[in-house]
């Protein structure tokens, strides 16, 4: 069972039902025991940075998911998810669930801010199982005003032109991390999360 975490900042059915059409077994909850069961853990991107962490503080939720990494359980965060991963978030100017070193900022000088739609993401090594069975050149769907600004490269995956190049996926030994939305990237981000389901099931 993959544990999604609502942080009740909208619907997000549409990470599940992605999910569930590759093989996966999901349940949605704030409950930390249930991500204690869980093999592996999804935290969806939708709502602010300041908001989700009060929410998953409140509810104990971010003890849970450092207790599940540190065990080395799967875990994925998707848009919102991915910046959690930081230290420092500067939406609400709240810790993150420090489980990647580095720090959340605003898009600086993009086309336009939020940034909206489809963007090209150029993976930085070879071989990486995020990106299995999907093109070097290939595109994802894109909703964002704050970027990840890592501390150090270790872990930055791939990255994202938007008025200038920032780290748009994070792969560690315990996390993945994408800056776009997987489930709303059509057959590629269909394979993004199979290759996520593939790692669980390993």
Not at 135 to 141: G, S
């Amino acid at each position: 069972m993959i544990a999604i975490i609502d942080y009740g900042a909208g619907n997000i059915r549409s990470i599940a039902k992605a999910l569930e059409y590759v093989g996966a077994s999901v349940r949605v909850t704030d409950d930390p025991a249930v991500v204690a069961e869980s093999r592996a853990v999804v935290l969806p991107g939708v709502g602010s940075g300041g908001s989700a962490m009060q929410r998953m503080t409140e509810r104990g939720i971010d003890v849970a998911i450092r207790q599940a990494t540190q065990q080395g359980k799967p875990f994925l965060g998707i848009c919102l998810g991915m910046q959690l991963l930081a230290d420092h978030h500067a939406e609400g100017e709240v810790d993150g669930l420090h489980l990647f070193r580095g720090s959340v900022l605003r898009i600086p000088n993009g086309p336009k801010i939020p940034e909206m739609g489809w963007n090209q993401v150029r993976p930085l090594r070879e071989n990486l199982a995020i990106f299995a069975d999907i093109p070097p050149d290939a595109y994802f769907y894109f909703a964002h005003s704050y970027y990840v600004e890592p501390q150090d490269e270790q872990g930055v995956a791939a990255l994202t032109d938007y008025g200038s190049p920032y780290c748009s996926v994070i792969v560690t030994e315990q996390v993945w991390g994408t800056q776009f939305h997987p489930e709303k990237s059509g057959a590629v981000g269909l394979q993004l999360l199979k290759n996520f389901v593939k790692w669980v099931q390993r």
